[in-house]
């Protein structure tokens, strides 16, 4: 028998929703995931394919009631592999389409929605986000997350549903897609194969608010277990860091003889924001949590996965790890 019940973890075969998963069955949940496709073979709790995004809300209600979770999290949305044209379709449409669901439950679950550092838009150089800073999204992806929070926190502050948001910085650590930061430097230092590598980027002049990918996991499973509801919180760690530092930790980490490029147009960009760093004082007073992973573990834990992922047993020479 679960020692905290059930929870759904919806979009729960992605980057964050794996990790979620993982966390949550940790804490004792029976975890369901609910996404389009199934995860690989040995992830934490169960599978269920269902497509927020396709699906009525009459369905989702329907599957909801007959698992009846003690909580739901709203991982479905990311900006990984998504052209402008289809962020408000594959971000926002799934989550109205959860909160119909939900109406149409006699007892809905606490929800948990996990919304991006990108809803803020553009922040001055030097400043520190917190849910009070006025949202202007610059980005399609930005403008289709803060819909979605916004509508669910008109949901929670009209007292029809319990839970929170959690507003997610830039994200590293293992799983990082193929498309991100990370992943794109690992690949090219992998196809190097051994020989020195040259890692091809936009020019690198940005400061994020990285956050260790785990750590999101167990501020969710804070979010999940807590009482508190109607809150937006940030998640992050509370610093900004250029993101030369994380190419630059990522190769060192590799041991490969690299240099690193960079160049207009060999990326892909979402956004233009040149800084973010978020408040996070609110979520150790609101749900006791802090990030307890330093940028260098996110990066250690990622090549090692990454490798272990494209370990090839035929006999072919591997980079060193």
Known sequence: MSVNGSAVVLGGTGFVGRHTCRALSAQGFDVWAV??????????????????????????????DELRPEVVVNAVGSIWGRTDDEMWDTVTVPTLR???????????PRIVHLGSVLEYGRMDVGTTASPATVERPGSAYGRAKLAATRAVMERLRSH?????????????GPLSPDVSLLGRVANQLWAAAGEPAVVELDPLLAHRDFVDVRDV????????????????INIGSGTSTSVRVLVDLLVARSGL???????????????????SRVDIEPAER????????????AVDAFWQ?????????????????
């Open 35 to 64: 996404a389009r496709g199934a995860p690989p073979p040995g992830e934490a709790g169960r599978f269920l394919a269902f497509d927020v995004a396709l699906r009525p809300p009459e369905d989702l209600a329907k599957v909801l």
């Open 98 to 108: 959860l909160l119909d669901a939900l109406a149409l439950l006699a007892t809905p």
């Open 160 to 172: 029809r549903l319990r839970g929170v948001v959690l507003r997610i910085t830039n994200l590293a």
């Open 217 to 232: 996991a167990d501020a969710v499973v804070a979010a999940a277990t807590s009482p508190v509801t109607g809150e937006l």
């Open 257 to 275: 003889a690299a240099g690193v490029v960079e160049r207009t147009g060999t990326g892909i960009q979402h956004s233009t924001e040149d800084w």
């Open 286 to 297: 609101l749900l006791g949590w802090r990030p307890r992973r330093p940028l260098t573990d």
């Open 305 to 321: 996965e990454f490798v272990a992922r494209h370990h090839q047993p035929n006999g072919t020479e591997n980079p060193p790890t």
